[in-house]
Nanobody
Framework: QVQLVESGGGLVQAGGSLRLSCAAS????????MGWFRQAPGKEREFVAA????????YYGDSMKGRGTISRDNAKNTGYLQMNSLKPEDTATYYC?????????????????WGQGTQVTVSS
């Protein structure tokens, strides 16, 4: 199995940027597709972005489309989510997740391993 640890969250003003990282350990990172989700208090977990094992295919949810970039460095066992033009409604706990599926996975049910989350707070 794989263990995931997110970092890079924090407090940022509206319009600012953050780069989240997801460090993987355990089994070979390249054996998993990866996704980012977020969850605000009282709301369901929301899909943000996903990337396939090789990084050849990317997919974004509506919330971060045009403002976010998902990437991965398999040599460093790390995935990333670059978020730009942040808005107060982006405030949430952000989670990275790993799936043994080959393609893009957008449902939380398709992911088998989760990190503990990192808090992103965007002030107006």
């Amino acid at each position: 199995q794989v263990q995931l640890v997110e970092s890079g969250g924090g407090l940022v003003q509206a319009g600012g940027s953050l780069r989240l990282s997801c460090a993987a350990s355990g089994r070979t990172f390249s054996m998993y597709s990866m996704g980012w989700f977020r969850q605000a208090p009282g709301k369901e977990r929301e899909f943000v972005a996903a990337i396939t094992r090789s990084g050849g295919s990317l997919y974004y949810g509506d919330s971060m489309k045009g403002r976010g970039t998902i990437s991965r460095d398999n040599a460093k066992n790390t995935g990333y989510l670059q978020m730009n033009s942040l808005k107060p409604e982006d405030t949430a706990t952000y989670y990275c997740a790993a799936s043994t599926d080959w393609g893009i996975a957008v449902s939380p049910r398709e992911y088998h391993y989760w990190g503990q989350g990192t808090q992103v707070t965007v002030s107006s």
